[in-house]
């Protein structure tokens, strides 16, 4: 009997996928044939474009100095009303996506997370009968995307006191602030190469550089990024020894590794009894299940089974918060 109710889902899942291929096949057909036509655009009137105010957005959702593409899709009439719903979430979305190092569009992203909701709303209703439940699935892209950006930011941090030091020699031996950001865009692999190839492209655009580290610290948000970016910026208006500025950082910054690691040593005990407090009810009940199904099998099918499994997710997740929170700390 579950046989061809496990067809039929399967069924379903593959339509989905190559309607959602289909869709983003066209799309980017439809993106190259836009970016060819602000290419065109900011060719014949460049210096119309340059004067243009750069804080406004336009009606598509784009800067209007044709510089950055800020749509959400390139569906006019999808872009639009991802707009009116998301509103000024909008730029925080398009920002985190940029941040997390992914190529994709926030209209993709969006479209993927209502799909993989509903697939879950669906599953977990046909083979559990919770309705509304698998829902909270959709928030996985989420999450992966915020893990995506810490990873990112922690891999830029890494590589920050060699770049911060390749800088401090290039000032040194006489280069200029723009000729050793571009140095070290040529020399370091992503993503700090490509972070700093990022505002290199910016100055060349005709981005002032002060501008364009500031965009820089808006991508990768972390305080070191911030201390060098103002640094540089003072240096520029009023003078100053960038040499020993971006060396006493990368000092700073290897220092708060050294901490960094003597705090994750002493909290490991605790960040273990987290995940194993979080891990263990889920596995305990899976084997129960196995070993005794008739007798577990109803707390998939009872209202009251239905509620004490609620609860106990929704207790275990906030005692792996509470756990999470008393073993951060920031240095």
Aim: hydrophobic letters at 50%; proline letters at 3%.
């Amino acid at each position: 009997m579950l046989a061809p109710l496990f067809f039929s889902v399967i069924g379903f899942i593959a339509v989905i996928l190559l309607c959602m291929s289909a869709f983003f096949i066209w799309q980017n057909a439809q993106e190259k044939k836009h970016q060819n036509k602000r290419l065109e655009r900011a060719l014949d009137s460049t210096d119309h474009f340059f004067a243009e105010e750069k804080s406004n957005l336009s009606q598509d959702g784009e800067e209007s100095d044709l510089r950055r593409d800020l749509r959400i899709s390139s569906i006019p009439w999808l872009n639009t009303i991802f707009l009116k719903f998301l509103k000024e979430n909008a730029r925080s979305l398009i920002n985190l996506i940029e941040q997390s190092g992914l190529k994709i569009k926030a209209g993709e992203f969006l479209l993927f997370t209502v799909f993989l909701g509903l697939t879950g709303f669906m599953l977990v209703n046909i083979f559990f009968h919770i309705p509304f439940v698998g829902f909270g699935i959709a928030i996985v892209p989420y999450i992966l995307l915020t893990f995506l950006k810490e990873r990112r930011t922690a891999a830029f941090v890494q590589q920050l006191p060699q770049a911060l030091d390749l800088i401090s020699s290039d000032v040194r031996a006489g280069l200029d602030v723009q000729a050793a950001l571009k140095h070290l865009a040529e020399e370091f692999p992503g993503p700090i190469g490509e972070e700093f190839g990022k505002v290199i492209i910016e100055i060349n655009l005709g981005l002032p550089i002060s501008e364009a580290l500031n965009n820089l610290s808006r991508r990768v948000n972390t305080m070191d990024v911030q201390i060098l970016c103002t640094g540089i910026i003072i240096n520029r208006e009023l003078g100053g020894n960038l040499a020993e500025l971006t060396s006493s950082i990368g000092n700073t910054v290897r220092e708060r590794f050294r901490l960094k690691g003597m705090i994750k040593a002493l909290t490991a005990e605790n960040q273990a009894s987290a995940v194993l407090l979080l891990v263990l009810p889920i596995g305990l009940y899976i084997v129960l299940n196995l070993l005794a199904p008739a007798v577990y099998n109803s707390f998939a099918t009872d209202p009251i089974g239905k509620i004490i499994l609620i609860g106990c997710a929704i207790s275990m997740t906030f005692g792996y918060l509470v756990i999470q929170k008393i073993t951060k700390l920031e240095v």
